[in-house]
């Protein structure tokens, strides 16, 4: 049995709730899971003291822990951090958060991989072909037996607007099903979500756990994941504001899938 917490949106910056960093910090004490991952935007506008304030919020997690970047983690406010933008996207985020914009987590049973999905310009979600190759590459190699795991920031199974999503989801999980990929992690939206495909990838979406930028009604919250012999289990835990706590909210049971290559 492997477990993790799934963390996205923290959108440090204006609208952060910093009372719920400290609950989270306990839930993740409480809950004692495998490792944590957090699924970018760690800032609202990529100021250095919004990655100040992340970096320090990752530093009291003590649990290997995978991060990647947001499309709020690019700067945005001046024509000086639009420069930024174009010649050195992640230059904040690797100076305060990771050195490296894609990373990988081997811990006992899971091997997790965590890709930048984001475009300086364009909106929606989009991997190179350069990533393609690495994580082509890294998957052939990980551990014997370990689940394999996707960490992107923009959501591969959702309804609406296109360009809020990763372009050409389906050709995308087409390529990680083929590969046997078993989990894929995404935010972006702050409304939390639960699918498995066709391919059986069981696709979970994150909401925002500490941001007051909440959506469609969803309070901040995060999810739980379980991973047995047979079957993933993703528990969306919500913030209740008479409790002061999270409190789980519903849960999603998928099988895993049959004959993994
Ligand atoms: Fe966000
Ligand atoms: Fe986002």
Same mark, same amino acid.
């Given at each position: 049995m492997s477990s993790l917490i799934h963390l996205s949106?923290?959108?440090?910056?204006?609208?952060? %709730? &910093? #009372?719920l960093d400290e609950i989270l910090l306990k839930d993740i004490a409480q809950l004692n899971p495998d490792a944590v991952i957090v699924s970018g935007?760690?800032?609202? %506008? &990529? #100021?250095n003291r919004e990655f100040e304030q992340a970096r320090d919020f990752l530093a009291h997690i003590p649990k290997p822990t995978l991060t990647i970047p947001g499309?709020?983690?690019?700067?945005?406010?001046t024509p000086l951090d639009w420069l930024e933008r174009f010649t050195r996207q992640y230059a904040r985020y690797e100076k305060y958060?990771?050195?490296?914009i894609d990373s990988t987590l081997a811990i006992d049973g899971l091997f997790v991989l965590g890709l930048n999905d984001n475009h300086p310009a364009l909106p929606g979600g989009f991997w190179t072909r350069a990533q393609r190759v690495w994580l082509e590459d890294q998957l052939a190699r990980a551990p014997r037996g370990a689940v394999k795991v996707i960490a992107t920031?923009?959501?591969?199974?959702?309804?609406?607007?296109?360009?809020?999503g990763f372009w050409r989801a389906e050709r995308a999980l087409e390529f990680l099903a083929a590969r046997g990929v078993e989990l894929v992690l995404n935010g972006h939206t702050h409304v939390p979500r639960a699918a498995q495909t066709r391919g059986g990838i069981v696709v979970a979406r994150a909401g925002?756990?500490?941001?007051?930028?909440?959506?469609?009604?969803?309070?901040?919250s995060y999810n739980y994941v379980k991973i047995d012999e047979q079957e993933i289990s993703i528990f969306l835990r919500s913030y209740d504001e008479r409790a002061d706590a999270f409190v789980a909210a519903r849960a999603f049971t998928f099988p895993r899938r049959a004959g993994m290559p």
């Open positions: 949106d923290l959108h440090f910056g204006p609208h952060h %709730r &910093a #009372r935007d760690l800032t609202m %506008r &990529a #100021r499309n709020h983690d690019q700067p945005i406010l958060i990771h050195p490296t920031h923009h959501q591969l199974v959702w309804n609406g607007w296109r360009p809020a925002t756990a500490t941001s007051g930028r909440t959506r469609h009604g969803n309070a901040n």
